[in-house]
């Protein structure tokens, strides 16, 4: 029990497009989803908390004009990373707070 | 935001022999979890922890919280190549305490 799926595993696109990924828990309903982002050798950081039905809150330092997130539905949360350039080319993953959280696969994002 | 201190940052062992990874804080956690992560993949729970003192077994995995909850430690004996990968702890993440402090994790190398 408790899986999330993280869609695409990876992408690669031009500096200026947007780029959406989904965030999907499989078997249960999480009203809560977090959005982290994470640099090779790196632990994980926090860059936003996803609420069903309402605003994000971001972490300090996160522009969410720049990475926008929707938590439309109880199993689905979107991030978009908007205008993207080459510096926000990382490796993203998304978790469902089951308590305690249970992450995606994360998504692989290079930005030429 | 609570800080987590985990040590060593690396560790190249020999299959065969034991390690132990750190995890230390000056904030006392409701609960602290053990993941790990392989590269290109989300970080994977291996356990919860929340009562000061528990001691829990994975295998060959022992986990331990420290009595006043502010520290834990993991123990791998006669570890395995199937071992390799980053350990990250994380306090946080049960109840009212959702969100999850990570600390920098421990790149464990485990050489056949």
């Known amino acids: 029990g408790a899986v999330v799926s993280q869609h695409p595993s990876w992408v690669i696109c031009k500096s200026g497009t947007s780029v959406k990924i989904e965030c999907r828990s499989l078997?249960?309903?999480?009203?809560?989803m977090f959005w982290y982002r994470q640099f090779p050798k790196q632990s994980l950081m926090l860059m936003a908390t996803?609420?069903?039905?309402?605003?994000?809150?971001?972490e300090q330092g996160v522009e969410k004009d720049k990475f926008l997130i929707n938590h439309a539905s109880l199993t689905l949360s979107t991030l978009t990373v908007t205008s993207a350039h080459p510096e926000d080319s990382s490796f993203y993953i998304c978790s469902a707070s089951d308590q305690p959280q249970h992450f995606g696969d994360g998504t692989r994002l290079s930005i030429l | 935001t609570q800080l987590l201190e985990q040590s060593p940052q690396f560790l190249s062992i020999q299959e065969g022999e034991n390690l132990t990874v750190y995890c230390n804080s000056s904030?006392?956690?409701?609960?602290l979890q053990w993941y790990r992560q392989e590269p290109g993949e989300g970080p994977v729970l291996l356990v919860t922890v929340v009562t000061g003192g528990e001691v829990k077994k994975l295998k060959r995995l022992t986990f331990q919280f420290g009595d006043a909850r502010k520290d834990s430690s993991l123990h791998i004996t006669a570890a395995q190549p199937g071992d390799t990968g980053l350990y990250l702890c994380a306090g946080g993440g049960l109840g009212n305490d959702y969100k999850l402090s990570f600390g920098a994790g421990t790149t464990v190398t485990v050489r056949a």
């Open positions: 996803s609420n069903e039905g309402s605003k994000a809150t971001y």
């Open positions: 904030s006392v956690f409701s609960s």
């Open positions: 078997d249960f309903q999480a009203t809560t």
